[in-house]
């Protein structure tokens, strides 16, 4: 029997440090990132993509349906962890190539796995869970976030309406997301090497890392992966490890 986990965004970062983890649990991984991946082994399995681009999310579901065996699953999950903060500047410097790649990514791209991943496995009785990456910013205004923060908040709506969906299901897959506090990840170097006009708040996040308030990726996948194996998670709703 397999446990079978896809995770967005494998090639770094949170991601990457989850994957590390499963893999050494000896979990079936189908590890996806825009990046080249490093973690290799015969139960690992690697796509890159752009999930932006919605050509690469037919190209992940493909390669997931190929790796349901119905008859071998011990369980399945989906771990949507790609994300990006840029742009970085006030709204009415966005441009719509600007727009449209920030909400395909942090927003389309998680929605779109994640009714993939529950067409395909809706007919399983094995657990099912969807693991989404959520934030802080989620429900807090950053000045020059708007394009982060309003699709981090479509994720945590997102996930409220499919877990309300889920409840009347037999078989119901689970589906939280999850803020797991702020990462040393290069998504922080990011932020630190935009200029104040651009990002007000900047300074908040320069100090943060000179104090040594950032918790590091593997500590954070740790906790993440932990958080997942609760058996209190209430469907559809956002936790954070602040709280």
Known sequence: MIDLCVITGA??????????????QGKTLLLIARGEISIAGPNVFTCEADLSKIEAIATVMQMFEQLLDVNNLRSVSLLNNAGAVEPITFAEKCSATDTFNAISLNLSAVIQLSCGF???TNNLACPRKILNISSGAATSAYRGWSHYCAAKAGVDHFTRCVGEE?????NPALIVSFAPGVIDTQMQNTIRDTSVTDFP???RFVELKRQGNLVSADVAAKQTLQFLQRDDLDNGQKY????
Not at 12 to 23: F, T
Not at 166 to 170: F, G, P, S, V
Not at 240 to 243: A, L, N, P, S
């Open 11 to 24: 090639s770094r970062g949170l991601g990457y440090e989850m994957a590390k983890i499963l893999h050494a």
């Open 118 to 120: 529950l067409e395909r």
């Open 166 to 170: 889920q409840k009347l299901h037999r």
């Open 201 to 203: 708040d900047l300074a």
């Open 240 to 243: 954070d490890i602040r709280y």
